[in-house]
């Protein structure tokens, strides 16, 4: 089957969050068991610095009254095709910014259309985020293209209809207030990314005002948990690490430890209880939750923190100030940094995330693969991917905690510096964590499944497109106008 991924964040090219963690890697996984998968995102200005992109664009075009064109690379390490859509909007230093950034992924998104409708026809468009919300509606009028929409978080809906309509082509049998819930309306599948939290988006505590249209379309809806990329999230080979290990040599992790203490300006304390967190400090990750115990945990224990991530400047600076009062024993890194988050999974004994709601959530399972024991609250993806650990029958792989309360997260911080005394016991809970299966591979059947149970309604695709040495020639040529165009 073929099918085109279209999202703003691709890993390890461009990631700001986990989005970039799945696209990375997903792609790579389907196109093994035989998918013509590829990838469309954003030609951003940092992407030479990462990967060589040829000169010449293999195809051109006009969307929203402006002309972009395409440009194509490869997934790294990978045989995955990466179109890139290449417009001076696109060409900063950041994946997000500003405050056009609904024209900006509104127009990526038409763009894409217009690469589908005319270059490479796929039959599955498959989209990510409101980024890519309104292909679904642009697409539902062209019977051998389908589209499914993966809705990684609910928080971000994109433009309103009013502006969409200022911006660009709202057919006439669109509905939906904005981006979001119109993507979910046209998709002839929406999948969330975790069974849990597309039960939760169902409810007002989690629907972000659109539990009524989710339940609305259950029937056409799925939750799917996420996976990691095993090949590149290893301990046994990650060359980001101090020193390599695996769930047979843990030993070996201790200097993983120390060697992240002293790089971050910890005391070096092998046997100090040493709590890790990698996030975006948005409000979504708990980060006042957090806040508001960890300045007693760091009064009445010995223990360590540190803390690698940007977000919210609030919670940037109620940080800072936290790293200021416990010099030695707190250590607040205010940046993006893929090297030093893995040094973070390695060497830290336990990793926080303590998330108001999770979708999914790609970080619990890199730190239980990095053998670090994860601490987390009971919502959407982590219950699903995270246990209770039962030290007496060898069962579980973390600490959790149901209640968004201060007092539930303290405890249950504190139960599990209690379990780390107990070194055998905590060893055996490392290893169980190395050893789940959180590999693509399941995960990626399920959305073979979904691609196929669409798949039968549609015409039989078009003939073959040309091969991509072919293709690279057609990009000398002008493109040819097309009917079905529908750009602005
Ligand atoms: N400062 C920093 N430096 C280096 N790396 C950093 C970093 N901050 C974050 N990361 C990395 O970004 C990723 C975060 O992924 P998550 O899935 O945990 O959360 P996110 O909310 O971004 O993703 C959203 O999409 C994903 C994918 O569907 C869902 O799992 C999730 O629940 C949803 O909120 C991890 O790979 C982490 O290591």
């Keep these: 089957m073929k099918i085109l991924f279209v999202a703003a964040e691709a890993a390890p090219l461009a990631k700001v969050g986990g989005m970039g963690d799945v696209v990375g890697a997903l792609p790579k996984v ?9 990838v469309f995102m954003p030609y951003y200005g940092f992407l030479p610095d990462k990967i060589d992109i040829p000169e010449e664009p293999i195809w051109k075009g006009t969307a929203m009254f402006q002309d972009f064109e395409i440009y194509q690379a490869f997934l790294p390490k990978s045989d995955v095709p990466l179109y890139l859509f290449g417009h001076p909007s696109f060409s900063g230093r950041n994946v997000y910014f500003g405050d056009d950034e609904g024209w900006r992924f509104t127009l ?52 309103w209809r009013w502006y969409l309509d200022q911006i660009t082509w709202c057919p006439w049998y669109m509905e939906g207030h904005n981006t979001m819930a119109a993507a979910v309306q046209f998709a002839n599948k929406v999948t969330t990314v975790s069974p849990t939290y597309a ?40 060359r ?27 005391e070096v304390n092998k046997g100090a209880f040493l709590v890790g967190m990698v996030t975006r400090l948005v409000e979504q990750k708990g980060i006042d939750l957090a806040l508001q115990i960890l300045d007693r945990f760091m009064a009445y224990t010995d223990a360590q923190f540190v803390l690698l991530g940007t977000g919210d400047r609030y919670y940037e600076t109620q940080m800072w100030e936290l ?32 998330s108001r709601f999770e979708p999914c959530g790609i970080s619990q399972m890199l730190a239980m693969r990095y053998g670090c024991v994860p601490i987390v609250r009971r919502t959407g993806g982590l219950v699903d991917t995270v246990s209770f650990h039962d030290p007496m029958r060898e069962l579980g792989t973390g600490y959790c905690f149901d209640r968004y309360e201060p007092l539930d997260l303290f405890s249950c911080m504190i139960k599990a510096l209690e379990g780390f005394r107990y070194k055998e016991y905590w060893k055996k809970l490392q290893q169980r964590g190395m050893r789940q299966n959180y590999s693509w591979d ?10 196929e ?36």
Excluded at 140 to 149: L, R, Y
Excluded at 442 to 451: E, F, M, P, R
């Design 199 to 238: 039960e939760q988006i169902k409810t007002s505590e989690y629907g972000e005002n659109l539990e009524g249209l989710l339940s609305y379309v259950s029937g056409k809806s799925i939750g799917i948990l996420n996976g990691i990329d095993t090949e590149s999230y290893n301990p046994q080979t990650d």
């Design 323 to 354: 790293a200021s009062r416990y010099r030695g024993r707190v250590s607040v890194q205010l940046l993006y940094n893929d090297a030093l988050a893995r040094r973070i999974y390695a060497g830290c004994d336990a990793f926080l995330m303590p």
């Design 453 to 488: 149970e669409i798949f039968p309604d549609a015409p039989p695709p078009p003939p073959p497109a040309p091969k991509l040495e072919e293709e690279t020639k057609i990009a000398a040529e002008e493109p040819k106008p097309s009917a079905g165009s529908t750009s602005l």
């Design 30 to 38: 389907l196109r093994k068991k035989g998918h013509d998968v590829r």
């Design 442 to 451: 399941l995960s990626a059947d399920q959305y073979i499944k979904v691609y």
């Design 240 to 266: 980001y690490l101090y020193q390599n290990f695996n769930a047979e040599t843990l030993d070996k992790r201790p200097i993983n430890k120390v060697s992240l203490q002293e790089e971050i300006g910890l």
């Design 108 to 159: 990526f998104a038409n763009a894409a259309a217009e690469f589908a409708w005319n270059f490479w026809r796929p039959s599955i468009v498959h989209c990510h985020d409101w980024h890519s919300g309104m292909l679904p509606v642009w697409l539902n009028e062209t019977p051998d293209i389908n589209t499914v929409f993966t809705i990684h978080n609910l928080a971000y809906q994109g433009p």
